[in-house]
C-alpha cells in the first residue's frame, strides 16, 4: 500500500486536497519503487487503525515526488 505524506483523516478530506490543487505527496514504506499510473492509498497512518482506501492516479512532479492528481 502507498501512503500520503500528509495523515489524512478521511478520504473526503484527501479529495478536497487533491481537488483544491494542494500537492499531496506519496511514498511506498516497503521500499517498492513507485511509478506514474493507479496507486491505492490507505489512511490514517500506522498505528492507527485504517479506516479509509481509495484508488488514485499519480504522476510525477517537477520536484521529482510523486503527487496524487486524482483520487477516486
Do not use: C
Not at 17 to 33: C, F, L, M, N
Amino acid at each position: 500500500m502507498t501512503y500520503t505524506v500528509i495523515n489524512f483523516r478521511t478520504k473526503a478530506a484527501l479529495k478536497r486536497a487533491v481537488e483544491s490543487g494542494q500537492p499531496v505527496v506519496v511514498y511506498e514504506p516497503g521500499g517498492w519503487p513507485l511509478r506514474e499510473g493507479s496507486v491505492a492509498l490507505e489512511g490514517p497512518h500506522y498505528p492507527e487503525q485504517h479506516t479509509w482506501y481509495a484508488s488514485a492516479q499519480i504522476a510525477r512532479a517537477p520536484s521529482g515526488d510523486f503527487v496524487v492528481t486524482k483520487v477516486r
